[in-house]
């Protein structure tokens, strides 16, 4: 650590120690990854969102359920989670419906299908927040550390000077806060960004049980 009376951001970094300096590069790596995940993540459930509320239209139109069918099952990569669900439960109803099954094996077939896509679905919408609660929880320590081993460097400088003053370790403490900083601008957002795709999942995930729950009664009254 240098001492200097430039106390300009990019000075503080650049005289900063090379322990001080990895942690703020570790930290500065990790922030642009987690706005990476943030701005994919928020891509993908707006998509799943806007899909759910397009197929939950044209399914309680009152369209005919063999034509939604192929259109799922013709547009696989492009259709939503909604979609993709009623396509494997319809699609398992309708192979268990013609090998004559009963109504109880054909509805639990559909069932399981059903949940079983259902459980992929969220896992895919919940892949890397798991990532996001990381560093928003872990990110502000090292950011801590880092501020520590500067605030000890800088103290320990103070050694070899005969009349400390504020000038002398100022410059060594403003170093290692940057660290903090940086910390925190890594932690804020992937915390943020956590709660929100946390909560837009579980409500998207209400919306998609209750819907296996209603498609199930409609296959069921089509046995009768």
């Known amino acids: 650590m240098e001492v200097t009376t430039d106390l300009s951001i990019i000075s503080l970094i650049s005289n900063a120690?090379?322990?001080?300096?990895?942690?703020?590069?570790?930290?500065?790596?990790?922030?642009?990854?987690?706005?990476?995940?943030?701005?994919?993540?928020?891509f993908a459930?707006?998509?799943?969102?806007?899909?759910?509320?397009?197929?939950?239209?044209?399914?309680?139109?009152?369209?005919?359920?063999?034509?939604?069918?192929?259109?799922?099952?013709?547009?696989?990569?492009?259709?939503?989670?909604?979609?993709?669900?009623?396509?494997?439960?319809?699609?398992?109803?309708?192979?268990?419906?013609?090998?004559?099954?009963?109504?109880?094996?054909t509805i639990g077939g559909a069932q399981r299908a059903m949940k079983a896509t259902y459980q992929r679905e969220i896992d895919d919408l919940e892949a890397h927040l798991a990532f996001l609660a990381s560093v928003g929880s872990v990110s502000p320590y090292v950011g801590l550390f880092g501020t520590v081993w500067g605030i000890m460097n800088a103290f320990r400088g103070l050694a070899n000077v005969t009349s400390a003053t504020l000038a002398h370790v100022a410059p060594g403490i403003a170093e290692a806060l940057v660290a903090t900083a940086i910390g925190l601008f890594a932690a804020i957002p992937a915390v943020v960004a956590y709660n929100r795709f946390a909560h837009d999942i579980d409500r998207l995930s209400v919306r998609l049980e209750s819907f296996m729950e209603e498609f199930s009664n409609i296959l069921q009254r089509q046995l009768r």
Not at 17 to 40: E, N
Request: glycine share 6%; hydrophobic share 45%.
């Open 45 to 105: 459930i707006r998509n799943a969102r806007g899909k759910t509320l397009k197929f939950e239209r044209d399914f309680w139109s009152g369209g005919d359920l063999n034509a939604l069918f192929q259109s799922a099952a013709n547009d696989r990569h492009h259709s939503g989670p909604m979609e993709r669900i009623f396509e494997s439960g319809y699609r398992e109803f309708a192979k268990l419906r013609s090998k004559n099954a009963d109504s109880n094996t």
């Open 17 to 42: 120690s090379v322990l001080v300096k990895l942690v703020m590069a570790l930290l500065l790596g990790v922030s642009l990854v987690s706005w990476y995940w943030i701005f994919r993540k928020w």
